[in-house]
C-alpha cells in the first residue's frame, strides 16, 4: 500500500535489520524502490521483472498499492507475528 516500508513494517517482525529474503517476480501495479545494504539502489514498476537478492530495504512509490508476483516462494512464514 502507499506509505509501506520494509524497515518500518516489517523490521520489528522479521528482527533482522534488512530483509533477507530473496526475491524474483514480475510488477503487476505500482512501483517500488529497493537500496541495497551496499547503498546500490533501484526501482521497478509495471512490466517490469526483477531480482532482489537478500539485504535490502523497499518501499512503495507513489500514490498507487504495489503489485507483483513474487515467484522466489518460501514467503509463507516469513515475518508472521506469533
Known amino acids: 500500500e502507499p506509505g509501506w516500508r520494509w ?9 533482522t535489520s534488512s530483509c533477507e ?12 524502490r529497493v537500496v541495497m ?6 526501482e ?5 521483472a526483477f531480482v532482489i537478492p537478500p ?3 523497499a518501499w512503495t ?3 498507487e498499492t504495489f503489485v507483483s508476483v513474487d515467484f522466489s516462494g ?5 515475518a508472521k507475528q506469533a
Not at 7 to 15: F, L, M, N, T
Not at 37 to 42: H, L, P
Not at 44 to 48: A, C, E, I, Q
Open 37 to 42: 545494504d551496499d547503498g546500490s539502489e533501484g
Open 74 to 78: 518460501g514467503m509463507a512464514d516469513y
Open 61 to 63: 512509490v507513489g500514490d
Open 21 to 32: 529474503v530473496a526475491h524474483a517476480g514480475y510488477v503487476v501495479t505500482g512501483r517500488l
Open 7 to 15: 524497515s518500518e513494517h516489517v523490521k520489528p517482525i522479521a528482527g
Open 55 to 57: 539485504g535490502h530495504d
Open 44 to 48: 521497478v514498476g509495471p512490466g517490469d
